[in-house]
């Protein structure tokens, strides 16, 4: 045998181990995807239980997270001749009524910005606004366990 034959089989026999070595790595690589996969599922799980949310409220978010979001819809011109109603306010003498729980909680825990929170819809709320849920039974108490997990910093 000579000099050259005897390189290209060593060239052979090293690009067969790079090629399963390289296998190898692709191998390692996809389950260290899947491992890190379940670790996220995991992690959301628990934080989604923390906040008083079943697994089905999150694959339920999930779902309407990845729906693409509708056009927006163009508001038809007002006429001119229209105008709004003026805004009415109670007597000053009536009492104001008092906020409820899911206002003075998020106010409590996101301060200027809970007007706004409480009116945009939320996926961990199937996509609802908090106001929304909060009027359906049990939703009082989601939206006040949302706000719970929003104060611990989850």
């Given at each position: 045998m000579t000099a050259r034959a005897s390189?290209?089989?060593?060239?052979?026999?090293?690009?067969?181990?790079?090629?399963?070595?390289?296998?190898?790595l692709e191998r390692q690589q996809r389950q260290l995807r899947?491992?890190?996969l379940k670790a996220l599922v995991d992690h959301f799980a628990q934080q989604l239980g923390a906040a008083g949310f079943g697994l089905q409220d999150g694959i339920d978010a999930l779902q309407a997270r990845a729906r693409p979001a509708?056009?927006?819809v163009e508001q038809p011109a007002r006429h001119s001749v229209i105008k709004p109603a003026p805004f009415v306010t109670a007597p000053k003498s009536q009492?104001?009524?008092?906020?409820d729980a899911v206002h003075l909680?998020?106010?409590?825990v996101?301060?200027?910005?809970?007007?706004?929170?409480l009116q945009r819809a939320h996926p961990l709320l199937g996509g609802m606004t908090p106001t929304q849920m909060a009027a359906t039974p049990r939703g009082e108490e989601k939206v006040l366990?949302?706000?719970?997990?929003?104060?611990?910093?989850?």
């Open positions: 390189s290209v089989e060593a060239l052979e026999a090293e690009i067969a181990r790079l090629t399963q070595e390289r296998r190898d899947v491992d890190e509708p056009p927006p009492p104001r009524p008092p906020m909680r998020a106010q409590s996101l301060g200027s910005d809970a007007i706004d929170w366990a949302l706000l719970a997990a929003y104060a611990r910093g989850a």
